[in-house]
């Protein structure tokens, strides 16, 4: 793609640019707004080097593709991504493409680290999360977590239906997981976006993430930069699902 082109396409695609929606309307989700007083922060058109390496990692690891996932990881950690920072995506994952998708991709990157380690590179181990509650203070912190990345509360028929679901998601995905403070969150929404693009059959839940993560300060133009990532790093489909995701959200009334 020239640079001309791809600036032209930006350039579109952020005069629709706003703040991120609600849930999927196909997953049956209703939200009431609420209100923030926070201020917002400085708008970034451009995802740094180690922003440009997450997608990739989750995206051939959500689909096991261990050949890519090796040299993705390589390319992570020459960008500065940390151990910690590069433990913490692969785990957070597996609530998105299963524990063997996971586990393999640990185990991957533990071979990565040691080859690493005999060629000499000291890679930067980073940290450890802090303390995350347990019992009702973590239903009631995922829960609030939830709030914030959506905009809104989430609520609605699937939820309804299958209540144990909803309990699971704001204590375990949105308490455990989003409660580890050692990894921003617009990192875990670049990794989540770069895992369900991967995956066929997700489109509502990639759309759901691709709206979080505009809410959590990326931009359309950053989110199409990681799609344009995906499609350099040999994932096409991937790229095509992302951008295709991006371009709906910012095409939605009401966007501005």
Same mark, same amino acid.
């Given at each position: &793609?020239?640079? !001309?082109? *791809? ?17 999927a ?12 007083t926070?201020? /917002? ?9 180690? #922003?440009?390496?997450?997608? /990739? ?5 959500? +689909? ?8 993705? @990881? ?16 692969l ?9 063997p998708?996971?586990? =393999?991709?640990? %185990?991957?990157? &533990? ?12 890679d930067?181990?980073? *940290? ?5 509650? !347990? ?6 912190? %995922?829960?609030? =977590?939830?709030?914030? @990345? ?11 239906? $299958? ?11 949105? %308490? ?9 969150w617009?990192?875990r929404?670049?990794?989540? +976006? ?12 990639? #759309? ?6 505009? =809410?959590?300060?990326?931009? $359309? ?17 991937? $790229? ?5 995701? +991006?371009?709906?959200h910012?095409? *939605?009334? %009401?966007?501005?």
């Open positions: &793609m020239s640079n !001309t082109t *791809r600036a032209k396409r930006l350039q579109h695609v952020m005069l629709g640019a706003v703040a991120a929606t609600v849930l309307t196909s997953l049956g989700v209703s939200a009431q707004p609420t209100n923030s926070a201020a /917002p922060a400085p708008v970034q058109q451009v995802l740094s080097r180690k #922003q440009q390496a997450i997608a /990739p990692i989750a995206a051939t690891m959500a +689909v096991g593709d261990i050949a890519q996932l090796h040299a993705a @990881l390589h390319q992570g950690l020459d960008a500065g991504l940390t151990v910690s920072d590069t433990k913490e995506i785990v957070q994952l597996y609530a998105y493409a299963g524990f998708r996971s586990l =393999n991709a640990l %185990g991957e990157l &533990m071979k990565v680290l040691e080859a690493r380690k005999q060629r000499g590179v000291q930067a181990p980073g *940290r450890d999360p802090g303390p995350v509650p !347990t019992g009702r203070e973590l239903l009631a912190l %995922g829960t609030a =977590n939830q709030t914030k @990345l959506v905009g809104s509360p989430v609520r609605g028929p699937l939820f309804e239906f $299958a209540p144990q679901v909803d309990e699971y998601l704001k204590t375990h995905l949105f %308490g455990d997981i989003f409660a580890r403070d050692n990894l921003d617009q990192s929404e670049l990794a989540t +976006v770069g895992a369900l693009a991967a995956m066929p059959g997700v489109e509502s839940q990639l #759309q759901s993430h691709v709206a979080i993560s505009m =809410n959590v300060g990326l931009t $359309a133009a950053q989110l199409l930069q990681l799609a344009d990532v995906l499609a350099e790093r040999g994932q096409p489909e991937a $790229a095509r699902r992302a951008r295709a995701a +991006v371009e709906r910012v095409a *939605r009334p %009401g966007t501005r």
